[in-house]
């Protein structure tokens, strides 16, 4: 990237310190190709975990005109950002990618740690940690390698001949002044003609995928958009910023509303009283200040209508997070953001009283050609997906689920959880399972029938609080660096996949059969896999730290290594914290599994040099 080499000079003057150094397209590349041939898998992600869409009923989608082959993709969040994030979703079966959110202020200091998982979900996480050209590439980068793997030979035994259609969605925010700024314009325009970062990206493509480097990749990334926007934005804020994306870039738009619609007294009731979360402290000044029930009314028939006189489509997405107190301490904010169980059953209400005050607008409980398109992202699982995708939901996105152990290898068991509930009432498409939802509904509708399942006590207890207060799992042993329980948590929960295990090689005298490391450019600090850990400390500070990028190497004040390739194999630089370990990380690192990164020095160098 252009801007690369300036950031890279500013972090060794110890001037700023980036949370993520995306790694360039050939070393991604590289990395899949060296997985795959020594360990079957790709970005650590085991092939058992990868979803074949022809292997059960057709569960594609509809979205804003676009054919999606599965109703599930990540939401706009920390599984979205990075190239590698999005591939690993696409592996396990989404289809609908909503990007995370990008604004002007693409500098931020988010307090850290800022994940907090441990029963239901919390974060203080809210926006894009790159700067806007960085996450372009993001994008764009992850487009091109789910155009090449999904006619890479190697994968048609596990995803199929025919993966089906996938769809980029972008999510951008927050206020008119930083999405018409020429910045944010100009990303915008990019995605939906990307030739000439794909053209810039292109020589990048070397290696066993060599011969894909002159492939069409189709130019037009993006042509729809999740708008986000602060609780708090103003009613004729969200109408302008809507009104300009339609008619400055012809995109359709989604726009994601807040759970506070319910108000402040019947969000209280659930939370507190049907649900038990009595401790969560609500406050109604986040209630007073946000967009009002009856103003949303208006603001969704004024804006699908605006819409249509265009020639654009229109939808609404529920919901948001909803803004809660931090009670907790394990964050440093004075505000969190409240997800998972309880969220879902916030945002489903939510739903029945928009469907309800709205006849014949919403897509869903069998108003198929409503005009209004309808997607949700609260507190999914493989246990009420298929729910949800009975309701006409479309798509529905996932976030909280995908922090938890597993991490995108969660995705594979939803959607067959969703075949299995299909094949049963022997639906053999969406539209018949939405048939089927409706049928059982017995009269009320499908969403009025799910809204009181979720209200009913006999019923709800996954999403109350007794439902929810178990704790990760926990040994008494101090974390080391060599040697653990061996649970990959650290892996499979950590959003940007920067974790990576390698088998006990004999010569290592370290407990456990496998050892895990970290990519250190890849770790923001989220903290996710400290709060999963069963063992006692922080792994992204005591297992070893690895770099490529010698800046941020010599910023770094834990244990660190950078790592240097030549024809023979690895070698590493300890700073001054790391040195007494250098011995044994080589044995690691030169074992039969070994890095995952490119072995080519050619390779290596050619990446560094067209990310600088």
């Known amino acids: 990237m252009a801007d690369t080499q300036v950031l890279n000079a500013e972090q060794a003057k110890g001037e700023i310190h980036e949370p993520l150094t995306p790694f360039g397209m050939s070393v991604l590349l590289g990395r899949i190709a060296h997985e795959w041939e020594t360990r079957r898998r790709i ?76 029963t239901i979900g919390y974060n203080i996480e809210w926006s894009q940690e790159l700067k806007i050209p960085q996450s372009l590439e993001e994008y764009v980068k992850a487009w091109m390698i789910l155009d090449i793997l999904r006619r890479w030979e190697e994968m048609t035994p596990y995803i199929g001949a025919d993966p089906g259609p996938h769809i980029f969605d972008l999510s951008v925010g927050y206020d ?97 009283d049907t649900l038990g979360y009595e401790s969560t402290v609500l406050r109604k000044a986040d209630f007073d200040n946000d967009l009002q029930f009856p103003r949303a009314l208006e603001l969704i028939g004024e804006l699908e209508a605006f819409a249509a006189r265009r020639g654009r489509r229109f939808g609404i ?8 107190e931090n009670t907790k301490g394990f964050m440093p904010d004075d505000t969190m953001y409240l997800s998972g169980p309880p969220l879902h059953v916030v945002s489903t209400t939510l739903l029945g009283e928009l469907h309800k005050a709205l006849p014949g607008m919403l897509r869903i409980d ?20 298929a729910a949800a995708a009975g309701l006409g939901l479309a798509p529905i996105t996932v976030c909280s689920d995908l922090l938890k152990p597993g991490g995108f290898g969660r995705i594979k068991p939803m959607l067959k959880s969703l075949w299995n509930s299909m094949s049963a009432a022997g639906a053999g498409s969406l539209a018949e399972w939405r048939q089927h939802q ?25 999403y109350t609080l007794a439902g929810n207060t178990k704790l990760p799992r926990a040994v008494d042993h101090d974390l080391q660096m060599w040697g653990c329980v061996a649970c990959n948590f650290c892996v499979t929960v950590c959003p940007n996949d920067a974790f990576f295990r390698i088998p006990t090689p004999d010569e290592l005298d370290a407990d456990g059969l496998q ?34 990028d010698e800046y941020r190497f010599e910023a770094e004040t834990e244990q660190a290594f950078l790592i240097h390739q030549d024809p023979d194999g690895y070698w590493v630089q300890p700073n001054a914290a790391g040195a007494k370990w250098t011995g044994d ?21 050619k990446s560094k040099t067209n990310s600088d």
Request: proline share 7%; with cysteine; net charge negative.
């Open 43 to 118: 970005f650590d992600l085991p092939i058992a975990r990868f979803f074949n869409v022809s292997e059960g009923p057709d569960i594609s989608i509809d979205f804003l005109g676009r054919r999606a082959a599965t109703p599930v993709g990540p939401a706009a969040g920390p599984h979205s950002q990075m190239a590698q994030n999005i591939v690993l979703a696409w592996l396990g079966g989404s289809r609908l990618m909503e990007l995370k959110t990008v604004q002007i202020l693409d500098d931020l200091e988010i307090g850290r740690p800022c994940i907090d998982m441990e």
């Open 176 to 272: 008119l002044a930083g999405i018409s700024s020429a910045p944010v314009a100009r990303f915008i325009d990019s995605m939906m003609d990307a030739r000439q970062e794909i053209e810039r990206l292109r020589p990048e493509i070397g290696g066993v995928f060599a011969g894909y480097r002159d492939l069409d990749f189709d130019p037009r990334i993006a042509d729809t958009v999740t708008l986000s926007t602060f609780h708090g934005c103003p009613p004729d804020e969200i109408e302008s910023i809507t009104k300009h994306l339609i008619t400055r870039h012809g995109l359709d738009v989604i726009v994601k509303l807040n759970p506070t619609l319910l108000g402040f007294e019947r969000v209280c009731g659930i939370v507190h």
């Open 317 to 324: 997405k529920l919901t948001n997070t909803l803004v809660v």
């Open 366 to 385: 069998g108003q198929d050609d409503a005009p209004a398109q309808v997607s949700f992202s609260a507190g999914i699982t493989k246990d009420n997906l």
């Open 438 to 462: 409706n049928e059982q509904a017995s009269g009320r509708g499908a969403v009025a029938a799910y809204a009181a399942r979720l209200h009913d006590p006999a019923l709800n207890r996954m």
């Open 515 to 548: 050892q895990y490391l970290v990519l250190a450019e890849l770790c923001n600090e989220c903290g996710n896999c400290m709060v999963f850990c069963p063992e006692n400390g922080d792994p992204a500070v005591i297992k070893p730290r690895l770099y490529i």
């Open 585 to 605: 990380l080589l044995l690691l690192l030169n074992g039969a599994e070994g890095f995952p990164l490119p072995p080519s020095d050619e390779e290596w160098t």
